[in-house]
Structures are given as structure tokens and as C-alpha cells.
């Protein structure tokens, strides 16, 4: 294992940095791809032309624009870079990886849970249809139609839920308003919230590397919340209380009525494969999770390696 690579599409990013380090620490070479030049990563025009590095054992798409970039408004061209930013780079490397004479042995793709339509009363696992009915679920089946991997290289398609971690998505957003006191639930806070922490996720990618899985897997905590769930033991996990719900109306006024729908509704997803697969949760409970993040100064704990799975 000492000296095989693994090709971290978007390994600059909140999930794809985190990976990287749990897989140094685990002794692997990590390779970025990336618009950005640094030490460790190659561009997509290096892998267009060159193909994989020498060494790659495994492939990992975490790249993508955004959804929830507030800075950025909900254009027709911001949209159709949320999608490119997945599809094209997904069917990048999944070309890179059908076309290299030595294969890697597995790609994993990581997508969002936003697959299954929202709905408050159905139920969700790795076997529930996709419906492709609003953006994100017509997005997840475009991405994940995108990595069209050919034999014998594995397919692992990870749909994440909402991803805890104190460094970047949702907990980077609300940490300041909740730590001034500001917090509180979205709408009327009953949307299911399906979650995962960060350290999690990357240790359930690193087990898709190392184990001999094929197929879709969840990437949701055990325990299922809602919106009103997380906002209180976040809240709890910081001390402060959470008494300002944030009305439907306004977040539909200042993020557009599609991107503030992705806030306002959820869905109830378990994961089925995880327990099937013996992949073992470090954080199974969402105060677990808020407690692990509900810190001011930003410093990182390291990372075990998933010996331990
Ligand atoms: N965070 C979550 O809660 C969550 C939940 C479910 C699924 N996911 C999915 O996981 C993936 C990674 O999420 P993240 O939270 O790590 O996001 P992130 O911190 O924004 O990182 C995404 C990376 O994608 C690359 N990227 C952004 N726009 C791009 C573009 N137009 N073309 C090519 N590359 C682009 C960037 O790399 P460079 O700047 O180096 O090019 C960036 O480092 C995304 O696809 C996201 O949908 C995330």
C-alpha cells in the first residue's frame, strides 16, 4: 500500500482536504486535481492530456461548485456551473480512468442525498428510486450517469448527507450567528436533515478504497433529525440559546424560492449498505457531532487512520 496513489478530484476542498490528510496519515500518495496550481496537484487539462499518474490505485470525485455559495446568486449561468462542475469533472475522470493502461482499482463519486426527492413521509435507502424531479435530483442522475465506469474497476457512488465539520458547508455558514445567540431553526424546522460528519465520510471513502464494494451507499449518520433537531443541539453544543427561527419567506426572498426549497425541505434516508458493509460510525448521534464542532478557534484533531473499521 506504502506507494500507491489515490486522484482526488477537488482535494483542495472541505471533504477532499480532509480525505487527503486521513489517507497521508494512512501512507498513501495523494494527488489533487485542481484549477488551482500547488505542489500536489495536477490540472484538468494535465489529466486530459497525460491521463492518470503512475500509481493511481484509486480515483475520488469530490468536486463542485457550491449549491450553497450565498455570495453567489441563483442565475441560469450559476446553475449551469453547479451542474458542470460535477458532470464534467466526474466524466473526466471517469475517461482518464477507462482509457489508463494500468487501472485503478476502484473510482469513488461522492453526490448528495438530494437525490431522492424531498418528501416528508417517504422513506428512504440505497434501494428508493431517484426521480429526477427537481434540480438536484435531475443533477444527481446526470452526475451519477456521468461516472460511466467500465469494468473491472469498482463503482462506489457515496450520496452524503449534509456534512458536519467545523471547516467548510453548513456548520461554517451558521457558526457565528449561532454563537452570537442568533441561531434558530429554517421555516418550521419539521424537514429531515440527513447528516454526516466529516471524519465519517472520509473514513467510508477510504473504506470504499480498501474493501471490495460495488454500488451506491448512503453516506447518513445513523440517527435521523430534523431541521429543528440540529439547530438545538447545535445550540446546545455551544451554550447559547437558538430562539430566532428564520421565516420560509425571507430565505425564499434572499436565496430564490429553488435554492432556499433545498433549505426548507428534506428528506428521511437511512443507509442500509453501511451496516451491511461493516462500516462502523465514530459519531452516531447528532450531539456527538455538534459537540466535535462546536468550537470557536479552528483547530484540527487529527485523523485516525480506518484501521479500526
Ligand atoms: N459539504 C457538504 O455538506 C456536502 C454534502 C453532500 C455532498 N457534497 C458534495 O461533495 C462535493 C465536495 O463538497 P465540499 O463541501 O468539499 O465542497 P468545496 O469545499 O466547495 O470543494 C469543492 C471543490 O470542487 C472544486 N470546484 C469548485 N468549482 C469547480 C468547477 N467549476 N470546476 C471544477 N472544480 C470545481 C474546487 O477545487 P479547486 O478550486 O481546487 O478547483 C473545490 O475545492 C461536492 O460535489 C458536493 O456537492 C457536499
Same mark, same amino acid.
Request: glycine share 8%.
Given at each position: 500500500?506504502?506507494?500507491?496513489?489515490?486522484?482526488?478530484?477537488?482535494?483542495?476542498?472541505?471533504?477532499?482536504?480532509?480525505?487527503?490528510?486521513?489517507?497521508?496519515?494512512?501512507?498513501?500518495?495523494?494527488?489533487?486535481?485542481?484549477?488551482?496550481?500547488?505542489?500536489?496537484?495536477?490540472?484538468?487539462?494535465?489529466?486530459?492530456?497525460?491521463?492518470?499518474?503512475?500509481?493511481?490505485?484509486?480515483?475520488?470525485?469530490?468536486?463542485?461548485?457550491?449549491?450553497?455559495?450565498?455570495?453567489?446568486?441563483?442565475?441560469?449561468?450559476?446553475?449551469?456551473?453547479?451542474?458542470?462542475?460535477?458532470?464534467?469533472? !466526474?466524466? $473526466?475522470? &471517469?475517461? /482518464?480512468?477507462?482509457?489508463?493502461?494500468?487501472? *485503478?482499482?476502484?473510482?469513488? +463519486?461522492?453526490?448528495?442525498?438530494?437525490?431522492?426527492?424531498?418528501?416528508?413521509?417517504?422513506?428512504?435507502?440505497?434501494?428508493?428510486?431517484?426521480?429526477?424531479?427537481?434540480?438536484?435530483?435531475?443533477?444527481?442522475?446526470?452526475?451519477?450517469?456521468?461516472?460511466?465506469?467500465?469494468?473491472?474497476?469498482?463503482?462506489?457512488?457515496?450520496?452524503?448527507?449534509?456534512?458536519?465539520?467545523?471547516?467548510?458547508?453548513?456548520?461554517?455558514?451558521?457558526?457565528?450567528?449561532?454563537?452570537?445567540?442568533?441561531?434558530?431553526?429554517?421555516?418550521?424546522?419539521?424537514?429531515?436533515?440527513?447528516?454526516?460528519?466529516?471524519?465519517?465520510?472520509?473514513?467510508?471513502?477510504?473504506?470504499?478504497?480498501?474493501?471490495?464494494?460495488?454500488?451506491?451507499?448512503?453516506?447518513?449518520?445513523?440517527?435521523?433529525?430534523?431541521?429543528?433537531?440540529? !439547530?438545538? $443541539?447545535? &445550540?446546545? /453544543?455551544?451554550?447559547?440559546?437558538?430562539?430566532? *427561527?428564520?421565516?420560509?419567506? +425571507?430565505?425564499?426572498?434572499?436565496?430564490?424560492?429553488?435554492?432556499?426549497?433545498?433549505?426548507?425541505?428534506?428528506?428521511?434516508?437511512?443507509?442500509?449498505?453501511?451496516?451491511?458493509?461493516?462500516?462502523?460510525?465514530?459519531?452516531?448521534?447528532?450531539?456527538?457531532?455538534?459537540?466535535?464542532?462546536?468550537?470557536?478557534?479552528?483547530?484540527?484533531?487529527?485523523?485516525?487512520?480506518?484501521?479500526?473499521?
Amino acid at each position: 500500500m506504502a506507494t500507491s496513489r489515490v486522484l482526488i478530484g477537488g482535494g483542495t476542498g472541505f471533504i477532499g482536504s480532509r480525505l487527503g490528510e486521513l489517507l497521508i496519515r494512512s501512507s498513501y500518495t495523494v494527488t489533487n486535481v485542481s484549477r488551482m496550481p500547488g505542489i500536489n496537484n495536477i490540472s484538468w487539462t494535465d489529466l486530459e492530456c497525460t491521463g492518470l499518474l503512475p500509481m493511481t490505485n484509486a480515483v475520488v470525485n469530490c468536486a463542485g461548485q457550491q449549491v450553497m455559495d450565498l455570495t453567489k446568486k441563483w442565475t441560469p449561468g450559476f446553475k449551469q456551473n453547479v451542474a458542470s462542475s460535477r458532470i464534467y469533472t !466526474t466524466k $473526466a475522470l &471517469a475517461k /482518464a480512468v477507462n482509457t489508463a493502461k494500468h487501472k *485503478p482499482k476502484v473510482f469513488v +463519486l461522492i453526490t448528495g442525498v438530494g437525490a431522492y426527492e424531498a418528501s416528508p413521509y417517504c422513506r428512504y435507502d440505497e434501494s428508493s428510486a431517484i426521480t429526477g424531479k427537481d434540480f438536484f435530483s435531475t443533477l444527481c442522475k446526470d452526475w451519477e450517469a456521468a461516472a460511466d465506469i467500465k469494468p473491472p474497476v469498482r463503482l462506489v457512488i457515496i450520496r452524503s448527507g449534509v456534512v458536519i465539520g467545523r471547516w467548510g458547508g453548513m456548520i461554517k455558514n451558521m457558526f457565528l450567528p449561532f454563537w452570537l445567540g442568533l441561531g434558530g431553526r429554517l421555516g418550521d424546522g419539521k424537514q429531515f436533515l440527513p447528516w454526516i460528519h466529516i471524519d465519517d465520510l472520509c473514513r467510508m471513502i477510504q473504506f470504499a478504497i480498501e474493501s471490495k464494494i460495488e454500488g451506491i451507499v448512503n453516506g447518513v449518520a445513523p440517527q435521523v433529525i430534523t431541521n429543528e433537531e440540529f !439547530t438545538q $443541539a447545535f &445550540a446546545r /453544543a455551544l451554550r447559547r440559546p437558538a430562539l430566532l *427561527p428564520i421565516p420560509e419567506l +425571507l430565505l425564499k426572498f434572499l436565496y430564490n424560492p429553488e435554492r432556499a426549497r433545498m433549505l426548507l425541505t428534506g428528506q428521511y434516508v437511512i443507509s442500509k449498505r453501511a451496516e451491511g458493509i461493516g462500516f462502523k460510525f465514530r459519531y452516531k448521534t447528532i450531539d456527538e457531532a455538534c459537540k466535535e464542532v462546536a468550537r470557536l478557534y479552528p483547530l484540527k484533531l487529527p485523523l485516525t487512520p480506518t484501521s479500526s473499521l
